[in-house]
């Protein structure tokens, strides 16, 4: 896959818990190579519970030659520890971080940190280490669901930009006219840079409909009734998977979109036959 194609093909991938799950994620690593996506990133959990995993996981991720980028959160962190945090990464030759608010663990309170929103973590990275770092923000095409507005969600998005990112991974969604409607907003903002769609492969109808749940993405109610009807059928789940996100991809990238950002969930099967019923 060349980069006229596709040119910001990225994959994210998630610290493992285990050494069983390790050599899962190298595996799948390994075989997604063949995508040549343009970086991986590694996210991290609430209150950057996982800290010390997404590190490992970036370094084993970047000796299989892949250019990693962590995912790192302002929420229940000081000033000193990012700085900290930063200047390991800075040390180790990282060129590439993914800024988020974060989400606070439950029983954290109000001990949100010392930074409060990810647009001041953005500008926290740029007055600490200048342009080492390519920044790469979020952005929720379907609102953000803390968010009081579509309106107030695309200023912070732009507060973001603003603030100094250079790029953007959207949230999933399952409806291209989200996407393209919430690019055209922020383009008439001011927004130039490269917003990315977040692509989630379909595998699993229960874990879908509750990370859905949980961050607001919508899944259209003839997916849901196609997945229910398939039942414990995992063969037909992953093909009809396959067959409507792939559809979804060849709509994006034939709008314009900037490239695709898959959501892996540390397994190669879904994303690498998507990469394939794409064909580019």
Not at 243 to 269: I, K, M, Q
Request: proline share 5%; with cysteine.
């Amino acid at each position: 896959m060349n980069d006229h194609t596709i040119p910001a093909f990225s994959l994210e991938f998630f610290p493992p818990r285990d050494l069983a799950a390790q050599e899962r994620l190298v595996r799948a690593a390994k075989q997604m190579l063949a995508i040549q996506p343009r970086y991986v990133s590694v996210t991290f959990g609430a209150g950057g519970s996982t800290r010390a995993g997404t590190a490992d996981t970036v370094r084993t991720l970047r000796n299989l030659g892949c250019d990693a980028a962590p995912h790192l959160s302002c929420v229940g962190a000081s000033r000193d520890q990012l700085r900290e945090i930063l200047q390991a990464y800075r040390d180790e030759g990282v060129r590439r971080v993914v800024a988020l608010r974060g989400d606070l663990p439950s029983g954290m309170g109000g001990d949100a940190g010392e930074l409060r929103y990810a647009r001041d973590l953005v500008e926290f990275i740029r007055a600490e280490t200048g342009d080492w770092f390519h920044i790469e923000v979020a952005a929720y095409p379907e609102m953000h669901p803390q968010s009081g507005s579509v309106k107030a969600d695309m200023q912070h998005f732009v507060d973001k930009v603003n603030a100094g990112a250079d790029a953007a991974i959207t949230q999933y969604f399952f409806n291209a006219d989200s996407y393209f409607d919430f690019v055209d907003r922020a383009q008439e903002k001011g927004v130039t840079i490269p917003i990315v769609p977040g692509i989630m492969p379909i595998t699993n109808h229960s874990q879908l409909l509750r990370f859905s749940e949980m961050c607001g993405a919508e899944v259209p109610r003839w997916i849901r009734l196609r997945l229910a009807e398939y039942g414990d059928d995992k063969a037909s789940i992953r093909a009809f998977g396959i067959e409507v996100v792939t559809r979804l991809c060849e709509t994006l990238l034939d709008g314009g979109a900037p490239g695709l950002h898959f959501y892996t969930l540390n397994s190669a099967e879904a994303p690498m036959g998507i990469w394939k019923a794409l064909g580019r």
